[in-house]
């Protein structure tokens, strides 16, 4: 999994973290998540402040 893929990464963090709102995840915290899913294997520091609100909006569509 990549950076790229923010639905894929928002679906795993809709399931890994059911309980947290993604509105109230900081940046620092929700790049850490990402680093650590499972099957997650691209560069840490690639990802931006776009792809990371990206990620966010995504899985706020995905926790409706």
Known sequence: MK??????IAEDLCEK???VDPLTVRFTD?????????????????SGEKILE????????EAR
């Open 30 to 46: 929700l790049h850490k998540w990402v680093c650590e899913l499972d099957g997650f294997d691209d560069d840490p520091a690639r």
């Open 54 to 61: 990206a990620i966010q909006m995504a899985w706020i569509d």
């Open 17 to 19: 973290f059911p309980a």
């Open 3 to 8: 950076w790229t893929d923010t639905i894929r």
